[in-house]
């Protein structure tokens, strides 16, 4: 559609003349509030399978509800207008939870200490700088191409908002609805399921890890004819939850790459390697000795690792027409003379000498924060990667959506050439890995949070908001987000750290204590067993034992192998203790990228074989970047989502049959779906087993034990964890939860 500078004027929920409460304190701080809970469950869902989902319209129900509830104890009710500043600033958790999961993992991948200032300064300036930077678009791409950019989340959740009005918004929007009307009484019952969702997720977590009822992963190893072949799934609620949001085909086309890898790729393996007498690099033990999960470790994440990256770069290469095109929309208005009346409330923005000035003050500070390692350089780097990002990424979430945008591409196309910008310029070595990460990592954010930043005006733009409020409250939203999910990540890892004796894995290995400055003591569940200070070193080579942090005593002789939490090769503690590890599949990536550009430290036949797995897929008309991460994922962790995608088809398959949705085509189907109780339900399944995940991982390092006596009382006494029947028996109370999601999907006829 060709740009129009001056389209039909669109008409707001609520008139620009309304006098309405808006940025509230009450409104402001539940906002801050539900984008830290959601921005922490969406972090877990990053280091777990990469992915997240949009917070903003459940973020939307529970604010309409809780300010429901607060009016029912005597409390003033609440506008549409506070409802979507609340919104707003509960929106920036998730964005920046996903730039944060992408790229800070790896620099613990990397060798290097996942310093908390560090962490809190890339979230804090990436979120910042995205949200700014998209603010001098606002006029153009909301307001001026409103027929051509759709933003759908931004209008669903504009939708659920006008749903939900209140009497006294009602009333300034000149509409008139009965509080016994279908319209009131269908916001309580969407508002019933998000939370009923909720609860559900959260007790079904609580009850399967920390009361050990039963088994929260099941997994069958197969003998020959498929030898080391293994399927398995982890019987979450929050995988199950996004697998329904995002739909059959990507689930499905997700489960396909973890077929390849644990029922082909594995399998074959060990089938040619089992006669070896020989370890074959970069393995360091023989493959008939190998467990499956050794060979995925091995040799399969070299090959997932490659098909992700390839398959990244060829979806952002697909989108490079649409990106330029977006650039183009986007800075067109940007300086024109502008025929608005700014005294219009609808039309009034952050000045934009604050825009400029909080800009060119994020930069200096990146500049010169000795965490991120930064010379001026990076900081130019991010200056104009981070431009050219936001104001494509604002864009395309208008087109796709937030859930379609190519955010890691994007950041993967920073990182490939921010690292051959410093192989040029002879930059090498473990000194620079952290300053390309930090430019890699603060653009993914902006990115992301410009994206978000851009659907949250749509809302308010439809509903009539004050655009500098909630410019205002995103960017509080934003910094109290950035502030604690820079703790959650680290206790996150903490909790998985394995400390594995250095004499297991590097007998006869000292070191020089004296010239190591660096101390620090165990940190998460093993802690409580030993309170001794170590020196630090970080080990850059494999001989004699592997690369990796140790802890060394005063005399030189090792003590401990950390084995982070995020990314570990080791599940078990030395006291038998099993222990659950993120996978972190994006945050690999980006330190594969870094460490084979600037050392050339991989194994590039494993790689290009993964490659090649990308290249064919396109060259037989399959996007392959879904399947490439199915690839890299542990099929416990793929094969939940395709069951829950496999659920959201059988609801949507029967719905499309009733009356209601005759002569609707497949956009408009999928549409509906996408507003329907289902996906309300699998958001609170989402909120809930997620936030339970991480209470519980935080908790495991305080009550070892609780802990311990729950597991010793399931392994002896309870069938559904322990025996030969535990696997199939934990199946039932999956089941449950995933007939409750079919029947909560399912809609009655209309006339």
């Not at 500078?5 to 801050?32: C, F, N, Q």
């Not at 992915?51 to 459940?58: C, D, R």
């Not at 959260?202 to 030898?227: E, Q, R």
């Not at 390309?436 to 009539?464: E, H, P, R």
């Amino acid at each position: 559609m060709p740009y129009d500078p001056h389209p039909p004027a669109v008409k707001p929920y609520i008139p620009a003349s309304a006098d309405l409460p808006e940025l509230t304190w009450r409104a402001l701080i539940m906002g801050t509030v539900l984008g830290m809970v959601f921005g922490a469950s969406s972090l877990y869902l990053v280091l777990k399978v990469g992915l997240t989902v949009s917070a903003s319209i459940p973020v939307a129900v529970i604010a309409i509800t809780l300010f429901g509830l607060a009016k029912k104890m005597g409390g003033r009710e609440s506008t549409i207008l506070e409802n979507s500043i609340t919104q707003t600033a509960g929106s920036a958790g998730e964005s920046l939870a996903f730039g944060l999961g992408c790229t800070m993992p790896a620099i613990m991948i990397l060798g290097f200490d996942l310093e908390i200032s560090r962490v809190m300064l890339v979230g804090v300036l990436g979120g910042l700088l995205g949200i700014l930077m998209m603010i001098p678009m606002r006029r153009t791409m909301i307001v001026e191409q409103h027929r051509e950019l759709k933003y759908p989340e931004g209008t669903a959740c504009a939708e659920v908002l006008k749903a939900a009005a209140t009497e006294t918004s009602r009333a300034a929007a000149g509409e008139v609805r009965d509080a016994d009307s279908d319209e009131a009484r269908d916001a309580r019952r969407r508002a019933f399921i998000i939370f009923g969702g909720f609860g559900l997720g959260l007790l079904y977590k609580v009850l399967s890890i920390s009361l050990k009822l039963w088994k929260d992963t099941v997994n069958f190893v197969f003998d020959a004819p498929l030898k080391s072949g293994s399927a398995g799934a982890e019987i979450s609620p929050e995988l199950l939850g996004v697998g329904y949001i995002i739909g059959p085909r990507i689930a499905m086309i997700m489960a396909g790459g973890g077929v390849l890898s644990y029922l082909l790729l594995i399998p074959m393996i060990k089938f040619f390697g089992d006669s070896l007498t020989v370890p074959v690099a970069p393995g360091t033990m023989l493959i008939r000795d190998m467990s499956p999960d050794d060979v995925r470790s091995a040799y399969v994440l070299y090959i997932g690792a490659g098909a992700v990256a390839a398959g990244g770069l060829i979806s952002l290469v697909r989108s490079l027409p649409t990106i330029w095109n977006g650039l183009k929309g986007g800075l067109s208005g940007i300086g024109k003379a502008s025929n608005v009346d700014t005294s219009l409330r609808t039309e009034q923005d952050m000045p934009l000498k604050w825009v400029v000035i909080g800009c060119l003050g994020i930069i200096a500070v990146i500049t010169f924060a000795t965490p991120l390692h930064m010379n001026v350089l990076g900081a130019l780097l991010i200056l104009v990667f981070g431009f050219l990002f936001s104001t494509v990424s604002s864009r395309l979430t208008g087109e796709v959506g937030s859930s379609s945008n190519p955010i890691s591409g994007m950041a993967v196309a920073t990182l490939l050439f921010t690292c051959l910008i410093f192989l040029v310029m002879g930059w090498t070595g473990g000194r620079y890995y952290v300053t390309a990460l930090s430019v890699g990592a603060i653009v993914c954010i902006a990115a992301s949070n410009a994206g978000t930043t851009s659907q949250d005006l749509k809302t308010g733009f439809l509903v009539g908001s004050t655009p500098k409020l909630q410019q205002y409250a995103i960017l509080a939203g934003a910094l109290a987000s950035a502030l604690i999910l820079g703790p959650i990540l680290l206790k996150l890892n903490d909790a998985g750290t394995v400390y594995v004796p250095a004499a297991q894995v590097a007998p006869h290995i000292r070191t020089d204590a004296s010239k190591l400055t660096e101390s620090a003591q165990l940190q998460g569940p093993q802690a409580a067993s030993d309170h001794a200070t170590y020196k630090v070193w970080q080990k850059t080579d494999t001989v004699g034992g592997p690369a990796g942090k140790y802890l060394v005593r005063a005399d030189g002789s090792l003590a401990w192998l950390v084995d982070p939490g995020i990314n570990g090769q080791y599940h078990t503690r030395p006291d038998g203790t099993e222990v659950k590890k993120f996978d972190a599949p994006k945050a690999v990536l980006m330190s594969y990228i870094i460490k084979g550009i600037l050392d050339h430290q991989l194994p590039w036949t494993l790689v290009l074989f993964g490659v090649m797995v990308a290249v064919v897929l396109e060259m037989s008309g399959v996007a392959s970047l879904a399947f490439t991460v199915g690839v890299y994922l542990p099929l416990v962790s793929t094969l939940p989502i395709a069951i829950g995608g496999i659920i959201r088809w059988m609801v949507d398959r029967r719905n499309s049959a009733l009356p209601q949705y005759q002569g609707l085509n497949e956009e408009e189907l999928q549409a509906a779906g996408d507003r329907s109780s289902g996906t309300l339900l699998a958001s609170g399944y989402i909120a809930g087993g997620a936030l339970a995940g991480i209470i519980i991982a935080i908790t495991a390092g305080v009550m070892t034990g609780f802990d311990d006596a729950m597991n010793k009382w399931a392994e002896a006494a309870n069938p559904f964890f322990a025996g030969a029947g535990a696997d199939l028996l934990s199946i039932l109370p999956y089941a449950a939860i995933c007939l409750l999601l079919y029947v909560v999907g399912r809609e009655k006829a209309r006339k």
